[in-house]
């Protein structure tokens, strides 16, 4: 990989966090005070999709819940259906009303429900930009949003650039004097580095850097935090944590589902650039970092650019990378048709719905460490997981048969489900005889913290009307990924097909010997 | 799961509490602390009720004190302990044993406590009523990292300030001072939007209520401006009135539900500021568990330093006062008319509670 930070330096300036006035009631040390945003508002483009019902509205609501909102909170949708601004609330409340987290109460809902407006049109539609900035204007004035305003684009990436271009004419991109307008996106970030160039080139032509905002919705995640936690504020982590003690890492993200109805979007696209591209490398970085100077947005992003980076790609692709097809089969339960079979697919699609690669990161802490980076659908469950594999004691003082079922060590960041911590080690066996088996010490976040912690959207949104960019990926990242995936694609491309695997299991059998090359295998997750 | 075990000891209620876990097939790995409550019958069931819900945030170890000493020489003379110890679906997320005490050993209740706290993992000791003058002192209270009290169960709540006040200690905490963070936040957060020069402040809320006297002092040493303290009928808190020199920053809340935040040159906004149920004041109060040195600057300002509205105030804050008067008269106009007649009648009570306020004090 090219060593070079794209554009590291020339954004230094404009990186920095904005200057705010002393407030008198604020205290560092008083911290039962939450961070509150300041005044503002949330435009959702394509508010009628699924995304905006089970995750922006339910999130939103419970922000409000949690007196995280600014009073006169607003909350603006865009979309084709000829709703009024009640239909709209009403469409809100039954939204709320199932996914939220948190328990309804009228009173929070009134606070939100009166800075709830809705515009109806289509993207290419000047009088419903018009008419879109006529509301944010009447609300600055009924809800005091002070000109502040998120747009949220949660529309087909195909039509980012018109709505960008819309915002501009109608001068909703830039912000009056003292306030801010800033975009949120939603993953994909184009499908190789030249698109991803080219939407960030849209993007940041209308918005600039720093009020851009990229959704990997992983990184909202509690347990995706606490990596950093879990490293850098231990001590006990941190010295083992390198090439010295650890063998390999396998960085996992299995589905159970299939592609449902995304055909359209998931034909041509596939599981690596879904997942690995985005969700994994963030993994893989947070999880590779050195420690950040600070947690500053620009100090942890520099980190994660320095290890992205430094990514080496195995000289034999073919070797190295895998790919499949969930073929028809069992899963749970539940006979299950294969990929080619599923309505809207090509029978002669070559797309992957599973994936592995295997990566090295070329610095002092993890030269010749592997990470294992593996994603897919239709497999055996839903999980999550971060797996730091060690390396065998150098030396046994035991009878080998002793030792027989002892493994290696392994300590494991559960993602999702199940939220948690697991360290494996060996212990004795009760008994007269000596033996040496793995057993599992656990932590839980469910039993350790509240039940209702809050959810990766919560978090994000919440980031975004504070303007903190730290949980957010930024355009050198996305690029970076793209470098990186990008010449396995190329290779895939040239090279045979997917391999077949059967639905329900953990992926094909070309991947379990990509390990055994190197005399390792899969962890059951 | 319940297990009702009479005349025990500490050592026979940990084998229990361990049989149970098994049976129930958890660990206690996952308890963050052991919460102690202090109570006696008649308020155990509404605390456990508490802690219970709050356990659901942070599980823990919850262990009710009861004691009982006894009416009759005949019952203090015998010393027992009583433990009722349920686990699983009972317990919410965690384990309580809930511990009765007869005779002598309500004096030693420290002597039960100390086997049964979870290892390593932090102590609370909250007091739902009848704290001791010192809670550090206590030799419960000397178990723990975080005391909390609750001054508006006191007889004089008011006055218990002042003895909360003299006997701080770090890790001391109120539950007149948790139920303020709600009405704190969207103060701080009115001011971040309009960072303003503040002159005076005022607050109004019903008599016996520490907390308005607490939020009081807050803003005194935060704004270093005169604070007055005007009584109304309640329920809580009704108003916090910021004076800049634009006009007030008022966050007015009559039904103990829903709140108005009015700022010079921006729209009325509704704000949610609901009073909030024990269970979430205990719950906020185990998330932190270190020294709250905004609280003990607060409570160890004296209450004196808030100004009555009355009249002996000096003529120049009269028109102040005047001009709170009109406002109150104008924000109340409508349907609640008859506020200002309310808050009349009250005036003599404040005045009262100031006469008790400085005996409790000479006493303390």
Redesign the interface.
Known sequence: MSTDFPELTSESDADDLPP????????P??????R?A??SGLVIFGVTGDLSRKKLMPAIYDL??R?LL???FSLVGFARREWDNEDFAQEVHDAVKEHARTPF?E??W??LA?GMRFVHGTFDDDDAFDKLRATIEELD????T?GNFAFYLSVPPKFFPTVVQQLKKHGLADPPQGSWRRAVIEKPFGHDLESAQELNKVVHEVFPRDEVFRIDHYLGKETVQNILALRFANQMFEPIWNRSYVDHVQITMAEDIGIGGRAGYYDGIGSARDVIQNHLLQLMALTAIEEPASFHPKALVAEKLKVLSAVKLPADLGRHTVRGQYAAGWQGGEEVVGYLDEDGIDPESKTDTYAAIKLEINNRRWAGVPFYLRTGKRLGRRVTEIAVVFQRAPYLPFDSYATEELGQNALVIRVQPDEGVTVRFGSKVPGTSFEVRDVTM???Y???????SPEAYERLILDVLLGDANLFPRHQEVELSWQILDPIERYWDTHGKPAQYAAGTWGPAEADEMLARDGRSWRRP | MKIDLTNTTSSKINAALMAARRASGSTAAGMVLTLVIVTDEGSAYDALKAANDASREHPMRTLAVIKRAGRSPRARAETRLDAEILVGSDAGSGETVVLRMHGELAAHAQSVVLPLLLPDAPTVVWWPENAPLHPAQDPLGALAQRRITDAVTAESPVGQLAQRAQSYSPGDTDLAWTRLTGWRSMLAAALDQRPSHITAAVVEGESYNPSVELLGLWLLNRLHVPVERIVTGGPGITAVRLRTKDGDITLDRPDGLMGMLSMPGSPDRQVALKRRETSELIAEELRRLDPDDIYSTAVRTPVERLREHDDTVPAAAEQIAQAVEASVAETDGGPTGPVGAVEAGKKPAAKKAAGKRAATRDGA
């Open positions: 705010s006035p002393v407030n008198p009631l604020r205290d040390s008083d911290r039962r005070l939450p509150i300041g005044p409000a819940n007196g600014p009073p006169g109460r009173e929070v009134q606070q009166k004035k009924a809800q005091g002070g656990d932590f839980a469910g039993e350790s913290f509240t039940e209702s």
